[in-house]
């Protein structure tokens, strides 16, 4: 038993799959993030529809989107289904993304961008699943890293193409021209599907909603945890609206508008480094490694929220709070799909997935929801305090669930 569990850590965790999933993700953010960039003056400049229009085509959009992640799972305990899905979501993720390009009514983009959506929803698991089968289990945390260091990267690199793409064409054109980074997504998960070698089953399953199995012992606890950290994750969205506030005053709208958006590169790359090295510290403690980490992320948030609610028009400070809430989401991301990877039984590990990637777009919804109320209504000190309050029930949740759990051997 030793033996064999020694052969199998010394299998490389980097294989063609985990590099064509990683690329996937890569490409795929630079392209959706193309449009997505571009949507606000599409809407309002170029079809000259007020600003609520492009609220109700964003908000029906993560509707979509989170009901695509829970119906996605499903798809995905099938190992046959959630090779299909995964190219299908791509794809179609790509072309209906680009064809806003076409949109001359907001109808239309509401239509393209709520379709785009739904099928970029139904991946998500398919693509996940399929990572935990192109990895050795004891790399699940450096898979699932490097996974989402190249989504971030990809969420970097987008908006950048798109300030190019403006510069040279118009902004029809610049939406359009996405559609090439999409479908190389698409080409790169063929890819990493054909290295897989993932058996072939003679049947296929019947289509089973498993959401009580996903509920229930060991995987139930962690998932309880999962929840109540998504339901405090509030949208990056009133971090920066947080130091804008701080620091208007001081130094006028323009200037502190920018410090914020900066502040929020600084997030997003504090995110990219250290989504790796958190799979590598999940692998490395073990069975409750990924438990851990995810704890770890959450203890960040948790300081940096406090610091959101009481810090003052100090651009250290802020910068501080903008790295640690990188920091966690960074652990947190990586650490969440490894320990399903790593818990959740193979014939339901697609459900799981699904039903994690719905608990984060619901809960990003109300998380985003009760603290934007409380900052208006009450004070942003109240709102960054409920949010704090929400990452200690999430840790106290996490230490249940880390208490007596057990490895699985793949």
Not at 324 to 335: H, P
Request: with cysteine; charged share 10%; aromatic share 8%.
């Amino acid at each position: 038993m030793a033996e064999r569990r020694n052969a199998a850590q010394r299998r490389p965790w980097f294989t063609p799959g985990v590099g064509g999933i990683g690329t996937a993700s890569f490409l795929s953010d630079v392209g959706h993030e193309v449009p997505t960039s571009l949507l606000p003056s599409f809407v309002t400049a170029t079809l000259g529809a007020p600003a609520a229009a492009l609220g109700l085509i964003e908000g029906i959009s993560e509707g979509l989107a989170g009901a695509g992640r829970f119906v996605g799972g499903a798809l995905a305990d099938d190992p046959r289904r959630r090779r299909t899905v995964a190219v299908g979501g791509y794809s179609a993720t790509a072309v209906l993304s680009a064809l806003i390009g076409t949109a001359t009514s907001v109808v239309q983009v509401g239509v393209l961008r709520g379709a785009a959506w739904a099928a970029r929803g139904l991946r998500v698991p398919a693509r996940n699943a399929l990572l935990a089968d192109v990895v050795p289990a004891h790399a699940y945390g450096r898979a699932y890293g490097f996974e989402r260091t190249m989504d971030n990267l990809g969420a970097i690199g987008g908006p950048l193409l798109a300030l190019g793409l403006v510069s040279m064409f118009s902004v029809r054109t610049a939406i359009l021209i996405s559609v090439i980074p999409g479908l190389m997504a698409a080409a790169a998960i063929v890819y990493a599907i054909r290295q897989a070698r993932v058996p072939k089953l003679a049947g296929r399953r019947r289509l089973r909603f498993q959401v009580r199995p996903v509920l229930r012992g060991q995987l139930g606890r962690v998932m309880a945890g999962f929840t109540a950290f998504e339901v405090g994750n509030v949208a990056a969205t009133l971090l920066i609206l947080r130091a804008t506030d701080v620091l208007t005053p001081g130094r006028g709208v323009d200037t502190a508008t920018q410090i914020a958006i900066g502040l929020y590169v600084v997030y997003n790359i504090a995110a990219t480094i250290m989504s790796f090295p958190a799979g590598g510290i999940s692998d490395r403690l073990g069975h409750r490694g990924p438990l851990l980490v995810t704890a770890a992320g959450v203890a960040a948030f948790s300081v940096a929220y406090l610091l959101f609610a009481v810090s003052g028009p100090v651009i250290l400070l802020l910068g501080i709070a903008f790295v640690l809430a990188g920091i966690g989401i960074g652990c947190v991301e990586t650490a969440e799909h490894a320990a399903v990877a790593a818990i959740a039984p193979p014939d339901i590990r697609g459900s799981t997935f699904g039903v994690l990637a719905t608990v984060q777009a619901i809960g990003n919804v109300a998380a985003s929801t009760a603290a934007g109320l409380l900052y208006t209504v009450a004070s942003p000190t109240l709102a960054f305090a409920y949010l704090a309050a929400w990452m200690i029930i999430a840790l106290l949740t996490l230490a249940w669930a880390a208490y007596g759990a057990q490895g699985r051997v793949d």
